[in-house]
């Protein structure tokens, strides 16, 4: 079984490259400093292996996916 994850962000540690936005445009846009704008929802299965990519590339290491826990 699947579990919800959604991207969450270090905003001290974001230095705003923007290369999240760029691998994930479907779910990340930039604000007008060039630093990133998530999407709060659960990021859908078919986008998670985008997700995981744009988490990897993240120069800072800012981004992470978290699992969303069962209520």
């Keep these: ?3 919800d994850e959604v991207l969450v962000l270090d905003p001290i540690g974001c230095a ?3 290369l999240c936005a ?3 445009p ?3 846009t930039l604000d ?5 704008i998530l999407r ?3 990021i859908p299965p078919e986008l998670l292996p985008h997700a995981r ?10 981004l992470r996916l978290r699992a969303l826990s069962a209520s």
């Design 1 to 3: 079984m699947s579990r």
């Design 16 to 18: 705003g490259h923007g």
């Design 22 to 24: 760029e691998l994930l």
């Design 26 to 28: 479907e779910w990340i």
């Design 32 to 36: 007008e400093w060039g630093y990133p």
């Design 40 to 42: 709060p929802e659960a």
């Design 53 to 62: 990519r744009a988490v990897a590339a993240c120069p800072k290491l800012a």
